[in-house]
């Protein structure tokens, strides 16, 4: 069964942006850290952002750190992830991770993963 299913990804030019999305099953997702890794092609995954439970607390890669904007709708149990002045080097997969043991994400991720969103940032 898929908990974890993101939304959002597609094709933008330089400068544009787009805003993802990673839908949670359950209820007790509200009480896991969250974030966002990708992985492009030929790459390994890297980290992007994460928040911790109660969204007070955010952290992010330096290479998107001012564009990016991480954020959580516990409500919802909803994370999004506003992506502005994107560029070429953006291009990858996005992947959506949880954590049900940790009350960080660390550095391979958490131990639920989304399927994946494809971002494309063209010159």
């Known amino acids: 069964q898929v908990q974890l299913v993101e939304s959002g990804g597609g094709l933008v030019q330089a400068g544009g942006s787009l805003r993802l999305s990673c839908a949670a099953s359950?209820?007790?997702?509200?009480?896991?850290?969250m974030g966002w890794f990708r992985q492009a092609p030929g790459k390994d995954r890297e980290f992007v952002a994460a928040i911790n439970w109660s969204g007070h607390i955010t952290t992010y890669a330096e290479s998107v750190k001012g564009r990016f904007t991480l954020s959580r709708d516990n409500a919802k149990i909803t994370l999004h992830l506003q992506m502005n002045n994107l560029k070429p080097e953006d291009t990858a997969v996005y992947y959506c991770t949880a954590d049900s043991k940790m009350a960080t994400i660390q550095p391979m991720g958490g131990d639920y993963w989304g399927q994946g969103t494809q971002v494309t940032v063209s010159s």
């Open positions: 359950g209820r007790t997702f509200r009480l896991y850290p």
